[in-house]
């Protein structure tokens, strides 16, 4: 059975991992028989990031080169019937939510001072004693240095918390009334689109992020929709 290899699941999400619950949501929606291991060590990862996969032997890692192994192991029952024109729009929404607005949510949890006493605390309470006052430090340069090379940790917060709003709005102007984003059905970009929405909407923390995506109601609501879909 295919092994998903993902962090613990917090703060009563699925998992705070955008990517790990996209991988889920995905295999969820697919109907993909699989196991979770929230044992594996972040750093050995194959890429050092989680998620990654181990299926019939073959360790994958990346969400989307797994879902891409995925599709051709399995079929492709979420995005097979879109048009050409369709799927180029749901891979820019995708690229939008997981290569922009993620990275604004990873500075509202991490960065925003507000915010990274309690993601401190909820990332490393599992640390023995000793190392508590280590790693997160470690942990935190470490992030700063990757929003630092991205790129959106250059810029003020209000800028940051501007940009991330210009995306919400951006999606909920495309969701508009639709269930799913690119339709009736849903498809791979609801995977991604939910699992970076409702990490952003979720109650443990508070942000700009967090209260501009409450005003755009639509995006509540499906969120509301796909967990009751998926996660119920
Ligand atoms: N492009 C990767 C991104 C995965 C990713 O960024 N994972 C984060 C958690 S959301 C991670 O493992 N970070 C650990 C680190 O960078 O040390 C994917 O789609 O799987």
């Given at each position: 059975?295919l092994?998903?290899y993902?962090f613990?699941?917090?703060w009563g ?15 969820r929606m ?7 291991d929230?044992s594996?060590?972040?750093r050995k990862?194959?890429?050092?990031k ?9 360790i994958i ?5 797994i879902?891409?192994?995925l599709?051709?192991t399995?079929g492709?029952p ?6 050409p024109m369709?799927?180029?729009?749901a ?8 290569e922009?607005?993620y ?10 001072e507000?915010?990274?006493p309690?993601?401190?605390a909820?990332y490393?309470?599992?640390?023995p004693l000793?190392?508590r ?10 992030v700063?240095q990757?929003?630092?090379?991205h ?10 918390y501007?940009?991330a709003?210009l995306d ?10 639709k269930p799913?984003?690119m339709g009736d059905q849903?498809t791979t970009?609801?995977a ?12 443990t923390?508070?942000?700009p992020?967090?209260e501009?995506?409450?005003q755009l109601e639509?995006?509540?609501r499906?969120?509301d ?8």
């Open positions: 059975m092994t998903l993902q613990e699941p917090v999400l699925p998992n705070a991992s955008p990517f790990c619950m996209k991988l889920e949501t995905y295999l697919t109907h993909l028989d699989y196991q979770v929230t594996a060590d972040v990862a194959p890429k050092g989680l998620p990654y996969i181990k299926d019939n032997g073959k890692a990346d969400s989307n080169l879902i891409d192994y599709k051709a399995y492709d979420l995005d097979g019937h879109l048009s369709d799927a180029a729009v891979l820019a929404f995708q690229r939008l939510i997981e922009n607005l990275w604004a949510l990873v500075y509202s949890r991490w960065i925003d507000k915010n990274w309690t993601t401190k909820v490393f309470s599992d640390l000793v190392l006052s280590i790693i997160p430090k470690i942990a935190l340069k470490s700063t990757n929003l630092q090379g790129g959106m940790g250059r810029h003020t917060p209000t800028e940051i501007h940009i709003t919400l709005q951006a999606l909920s102007s495309f969701l508009h009334d799913y984003f849903p970009l609801d991604s689109a939910y699992s970076v929405l409702a990490n952003i909407l979720d109650d923390l508070t942000s992020l967090r501009n995506a409450m639509n995006l509540g499906y969120c929709r796909m967990h009751q879909a998926y996660y119920a």
